[in-house]
Nanobody, 123 residues
Framework: QVQLVESGGGLVQAGGSLRLSCAAS????????MGWFRQSPGKEREFVAA????????YYADSVKGRFTISRDNAKNTVYLQMNSLKPDDTAVYYC????????????????WGQGTQVTVSS
């Protein structure tokens, strides 16, 4: 099992920044790919970004490319999501997720999930 705990959400004005953290514990070697998803009321959970523990490869949704940056600290078993130039449309609950194997952008392909952290961007 892999346990994931997110932190760093909050309320920010449009154009501002936030950094989310996801601390992983347990059998982290079994979850080679770490991802961030988000979900707002009435919408399906959508892919935001992903990164591997063992390489520099990163993946982003088009809607956040150039504004969000995913990174990792292997020594701390922590993945980060730096969010800049935030927009009201970025308002959602942000979830950290993990899976084995290939890159995936569908939420139902991920095995492990955190509890989520709320991000609210005011206009």
């Amino acid at each position: 099992q892999v346990q994931l705990v997110e932190s760093g959400g909050g309320l920010v004005q449009a154009g501002g920044s936030l950094r989310l953290s996801c601390a992983a514990s347990g059998r982290t070697f079994s979850a080679s790919l770490m991802g961030w998803f988000r979900q707002s009321p009435g919408k399906e959970r959508e892919f935001v970004a992903a990164i591997r523990w063992s390489s520099s490869a990163t993946y982003y949704a088009d809607s956040v490319k150039g504004r969000f940056t995913i990174s990792r600290d292997n020594a701390k078993n922590t993945v980060y999501l730096q969010m800049n130039s935030l927009k009201p449309d970025d308002t959602a609950v942000y979830y950290c997720a993990a899976k084995r194997g290939l890159i995936a952008t569908m939420w139902n392909q991920y095995e492990y999930w955190g509890q989520g952290t709320q991000v609210t961007v005011s206009s």
